[in-house]
Nanobody, 118 residues
Framework: QVQLVESGGGLAQAGGSLRLSCAASGSLLGINAMSWYRQAPGNLRELLARITSDGRTNYADSVKGRFTISRDNAENTLYLQMNSLKPEDTAVYYC????????????WGQGTQVTVSS
């Protein structure tokens, strides 16, 4: 089992910044890529960014150039640096870890609320 604990969400003004963290614990040897998703009320869960174990990244067009995903493998922590925030970024943000030996093949964090005011 893998546990993911998120932190760093809260209230920000448009144009401001937040940094989300996702701390992983448990059986971590099978963890490969990690990702950030978000889900606003009434919307589908949206993949925002993904980072592989060797540091390769990709981003959704909606956040490209504003958000940066990173990971500290020594600390087993995933980060999402969010700059130039917009009200449209308001959502619950989730951490996801792809796991080689799990079925379903991954683990979700509990989610953290991000609210951006205009």
């Amino acid at each position: 089992q893998v546990q993911l604990v998120e932190s760093g969400g809260g209230l920000a003004q448009a144009g401001g910044s937040l940094r989300l963290s996702c701390a992983a614990s448990g059986s971590l040897l099978g963890i490969n890529a990690m990702s950030w998703y978000r889900q606003a009320p009434g919307n589908l869960r949206e993949l925002l960014a993904r980072i592989t174990s060797d540091g390769r990244t990709n981003y959704a067009d909606s956040v490209k150039g504003r958000f940066t995903i990173s990971r500290d493998n020594a600390e087993n922590t995933l980060y999402l640096q969010m700059n130039s925030l917009k009200p449209e970024d308001t959502a619950v943000y989730y951490c996801f870890a792809e796991a080689r030996y799990s079925d379903p093949p991954g683990y979700w964090g509990q989610g953290t609320q991000v609210t951006v005011s205009s």
